[in-house]
């Protein structure tokens, strides 16, 4: 029964992620926080990318987990909250090959967060 429950939620793991999600979180909260050249920052936004692809990420199958892919979300979802500039501090791609073994190395999850601040 263990071993059902577990596969279950391998499952759902990629099925969510095989739908090429992207999540964006903001904070707001700067306290005060200005940038030397742009002055004071709307947001703090985090935007998190999910894609499978084939062979240690290699190939597409479900979304694009690859880096310019990630600054494309960052900058679309901060376009559809009003804002007209940002500054991107960090991009980080996970390939994900390792935690099932042989399904992983062929089925592989792309996790690909990019970090920044955006201005009005």
């Not at 707001?28 to 894609?51: C, D, K, V």
Request: one cysteine or more.
């Amino acid at each position: 029964m263990k071993r059902l429950a577990f596969w279950c939620g391998i499952l759902g793991l990629f099925s969510s992620v095989a739908l090429g999600c992207v999540t964006n979180v903001s904070s707001t909260r700067m306290q005060g926080i200005t940038s030397a050249e742009r002055g004071r920052p709307a947001a703090f936004q985090n935007t998190t990318t999910y894609a499978i692809h084939l062979f240690f990420g290699v190939i597409r199958l479900f979304g694009d987990g690859k880096t310019g892919a990630g600054v494309e979300n960052f900058l679309e979802e901060a376009r559809q909250s009003g804002m007209s500039r940002v500054e991107i501090t960090n991009v980080n791609t996970n390939i994900l090959w390792y935690p099932l073994g042989p399904i992983t190395m062929i089925f592989t999850p792309v996790v690909t967060d990019a970090y920044g601040f955006v201005y009005r």
